[in-house]
């Protein structure tokens, strides 16, 4: 079947789709370019968007620009075209994270589910509580597959070893609450609906509840001291956590590692999956560490993942497509 026509309609909707994927903080930290004469579009790095107190290095930017960059490839075949995706293309621009080039042709097979395109549009992060109900063993094993088909391993610890990574993780929380410097700057990216009609950032309404039994430390973007001032409720007593980690810890791997947690998240999207995130601890460089103390776990983690039956969190605002698109690339000698 020959390749849809790509025109300007098409165009918004793919970055409709890449700029559904989820970022830290809702910060949004990226920003396209289409060079027409290849045609490719470049996703680069929105520096204006980074979180200099949680994200020094930008290890996180890369996990949220490689999460859109996924989306941009399921969006991409589903309307007819090839996304060939070159990571870190050009080393004298270190703000181009990814090019997808466009090409026409056979789509090659087996790189995701059909049905991605539309998980696309339904997954949102939930910070709500899930029942205490199992996900089955052939549901792990197909998320699993997903976080390896992208260059990455997500693996789902036993109780003793879950409670550790959640302890850690309550400490980074402690930690993030208790440092000046990172409290103001999340706080800055909480804004209340709809009296603020920011398109970044986190309403009030996505934010969620905490956990009044401390078993998971669910994250307090409002960075409040006093915990019994937010609300509290009783969350799932053996939450299904994963573990997704890359065997290195370059450039490449960051952008790969945010393409597999989307690729599984939209995969338990499918299986309806709620899903949330749990980052704090990869913000500290010792305790980031400390999440792999199983002899298996032996890469670099990225990210934990709750999973669970629950109900479906409100989506957080995204940025406009045509403010996404920066002036197209135009090339030497060529109009």
């Known amino acids: 079947m020959p390749a849809t026509l790509m025109n300007a309609a098409v165009l918004e909707t793919w970055l409709s789709a890449a700029v559904a994927a989820p970022s830290i903080f809702n910060t949004q930290p990226w920003d396209f370019r289409l060079d027409p004469d290849v045609p490719a579009l470049d996703v680069r790095a929105a520096r204006g968007r980074s979180l200099r107190a949680a994200d020094p290095a930008g290890r996180a930017l890369h996990l949220s620009v490689g999460a859109a960059v996924f989306n941009l490839r399921v969006a991409v075949a589903r309307h007819g075209w090839v ?104 706080r800055r990216w909480v804004h209340r609906e709809p009296a603020d009609r920011a398109d970044v950032g986190l309403p009030r309404a996505t934010l969620g509840l905490q956990d009044a039994q401390e078993r998971l430390p669910m994250r307090d973007f409002t960075a409040q001291r006093h915990l019994e001032r937010l609300p509290a409720a009783e969350f799932e007593r053996q939450p299904v956590i994963g573990l997704l980690s890359t065997a290195h810890d370059r450039r490449t791997d960051w952008l790969r590692a945010g393409q597999a947690l989307q690729h599984v998240l939209l995969v338990a999207t499918a299986h309806d999956l709620r899903t949330s995130l749990l980052h704090q601890a990869m913000e500290w460089p010792d305790l980031r560490r400390r999440m792999r103390p199983a002899p298996e776990h032996s890469g670099h983690v990225h990210m934990l993942v709750r999973l669970g039956y629950g109900p479906q969190g409100p989506a957080a605002p995204r940025r406009a497509p045509d403010r996404l698109l920066q002036e197209p690339v135009r090339h030497e000698g060529r109009v």
């Open 83 to 186: 996304p060939v995706v070159r990571l870190l293309p050009r080393p004298d621009d270190p703000g181009l994270l990814a090019r997808v080039r466009l090409e026409q042709g056979p789509l090659r097979g087996g790189d995701h589910r059909d049905d991605l395109y539309e998980a696309i549009w339904r997954r949102h992060s939930s910070r709500f509580p899930f029942a205490d109900r199992p996900v089955p063993a052939y549901v792990r094993a197909e998320l699993a597959e997903a976080a390896h088909a992208s260059g990455a391993v997500l693996g789902f610890p036993a109780p003793a070893e879950r409670a550790l990574l959640l302890r850690i993780t309550a400490e980074a929380e402690d930690r993030n609450r208790s440092d000046p410097e990172r409290a103001t700057e999340s």
